[in-house]
């Protein structure tokens, strides 16, 4: 499931991950096999590799509408605004990809 680079870079290959499945993992009575802390690493996880992304398509002046367009939707999701940490970093990496990229 996990697999080392050799640290952490821009412009490094890496394992794409399911943002929406991992993001908004819950834990309720059909999914009673994943624990409350499982759900939160994975949604934890799933921020970070975002923000990775996010890091990447900045140092590298590139915009995907794919990344973008999944923060957009993320942070329409209702259960966003009972996490407040999660939606002020979607809001940062919005702001950050809304600002055009410095090719200079």
Do not use: W
């Amino acid at each position: 499931m996990t697999r080392s680079y050799g640290g952490f870079a821009h412009n490094i290959d890496y394992e794409p991950v399911d943002f929406e499945r991992f993001l908004f993992t819950e834990v309720d009575a059909e999914t009673m096999f994943l624990h409350e802390k499982e759900a939160e690493v994975l949604r934890q996880g799933a921020l970070v590799a975002l923000g990775c992304n996010v890091v990447n398509l900045l140092d590298e002046a590139q915009r995907h509408s794919e990344v973008y367009n999944f923060i957009i939707s993320a942070l329409s999701y209702p259960e966003i605004a009972q996490k407040t940490f999660d939606k002020e970093v979607l809001l940062a990496m919005k702001s950050a990809l809304d600002e055009e990229p410095d090719v200079a």
